[in-house]
């Protein structure tokens, strides 16, 4: 059984930092796609950042340049440094996965429970 658990977030002031962990644990072949969502209250979740297995990435146009994605490939860990954070950030994070769990076997996605990350002074 596969299981993705995020850990790091918490409560923060306007402008500072933090950082999301998410390691993904279980019976897998390979991780193709490893990603941060966000869904904040009475909203839909949205993208927040990815990262390919090849190591290319993508962001919100509300995060470049703030948020960091980074991958531990060798220990199925997904990161995202989070810097200058606004109230608008507030939000439940959620990491997600799209992963194989044998060789050339359908890809699935997986999502953690979600973390909380609250922005406020």
């Known amino acids: 059984q596969v299981q993705l658990v995020e850990s790091g977030g918490g409560l923060v002031q306007p402008g500072g930092s933090l950082r999301l962990s998410c390691v993904a644990s279980g019976s897998i072949f390979s991780i193709n796609v490893m990603g941060w969502y966000r869904q904040a209250p009475g909203k839909q979740r949205e993208l927040v950042a990815r990262?390919?297995?090849?190591?290319?990435?993508n962001y919100a146009d509300s995060v470049k340049g703030r948020f960091t994605i980074s991958r531990d490939s060798a220990e199925n860990t997904v990161y995202l440094q989070m810097n200058n954070l606004k109230p608008e950030d507030t939000a439940v994070y959620y990491c997600?996965?799209?992963?194989?769990?044998?060789?050339?076997?359908?890809?699935?996605?997986?999502w953690g429970q979600g973390t909380q990350v609250t922005v406020s002074s």
């Open positions: 997600n996965a799209d992963l194989q769990l044998k060789r050339s076997g359908p890809t699935f996605r997986y």
């Open positions: 990262i390919i297995s090849g190591g290319s990435t």
